[in-house]
């Protein structure tokens, strides 16, 4: 789930703006949209493009979410601007984080944040974002507790990716076999928010290269032949070669 950087702050002169950058991903015209709350209720609703603003602010929008928002809650929210049904997640209060952003409390509070606060915020709210997806990728592969290590020991400390040797050149870099596991990691075959299997044969090990590339540059056709996987994205493959006699 990548949450994209656009702002809303609430209580503090309601913002939500989109960054140039965020365009070619926006409504292109008037359409019609689903908000997903705090609480998790869906409601739909109406994009209104403001063509004037180069921050695309959706005054329509806004207005929108505000009137659904509860007053009081003092809440700001990241928004995911994926396709039709947008959802925001919950953040600090804007009054604790300003200072984290560099931003003037005062101007926070009263509601007069400018341009270069925004683009300071949302610097900061991607760097955020991010090191909580890496920290979630971390607790996911780490769980149950040692499995990480298990599995290493289990299937051996090297990349499964077939002809990937970036364990081994660690290790002969460094003349240190330690040093190749510093560079492995267990990955699920099967998304673990899809099914909850931490089984072998859900499993296999990477290097973090490539552990970055399934997770960041997919969909991926997922395929089993025998003990391997077959990982296939427009037409082309990655193969993940697995010695699973281990477990027989
Ligand atoms: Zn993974
Ligand atoms: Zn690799």
């Known amino acids: ?10 209580q503090t002169g309601t ?3 989109f960054r140039p950058s965020q365009r070619p991903r926006l409504p292109n015209h ?3 949209l689903t908000v997903e709350l705090f609480d998790g209720q869906v409601i739909p609703g109406r994009f209104h493009l403001h063509s004037s603003n180069p921050y695309v602010a959706g005054p329509r929008i806004v207005q929108f ?36 952003y560099g931003v003037s409390r005062q101007r926070a509070a009263l509601g007069q944040l400018r341009g270069k606060d925004i683009d300071r915020i949302l610097k ?51 003349g240190d076999a330690s040093a190749a ?18 089984s072998p044969r859900n499993l296999c090990v990477l290097c973090a290269n490539h552990h970055r590339l399934i997770h960041g540059f997919g969909p991926w056709a997922i395929c089993h032949r025998d ?8 037409g082309r493959h990655l193969y993940i070669v697995r010695d699973l006699s281990v477990l027989s």
């Open 1 to 10: 789930m990548s949450v994209e950087a656009c702002w809303l702050t609430h």
């Open 15 to 17: 913002i939500i703006r």
């Open 30 to 32: 008037d359409v019609d």
């Open 65 to 100: 979410i505000r009137s659904h928002v509860r007053p009081q809650s003092r809440e700001q929210a990241l928004i995911s601007v994926v396709g039709r049904h947008w959802r925001l997640f919950k953040a600090q209060p804007v009054s604790k984080e300003v200072a984290r």
């Open 124 to 174: 900061k709210i991607d760097r955020l974002s991010d090191q909580s997806s890496r920290r979630k990728e971390y607790q996911r592969l780490t769980r149950p507790p040692g499995l990480r290590q298990i599995i290493i020991e289990l299937m051996g400390a090297k990349c499964q990716v077939e002809d990937c040797d970036a364990a081994q050149s660690t290790a002969s870099e460094w």
């Open 181 to 198: 596991l510093s560079v492995l990691e267990v990955h699920h075959i099967e998304a673990v928010a899809k099914v909850e299997d931490h």
């Open 227 to 234: 003990d391997d996987v077959i990982l296939t994205r427009e």
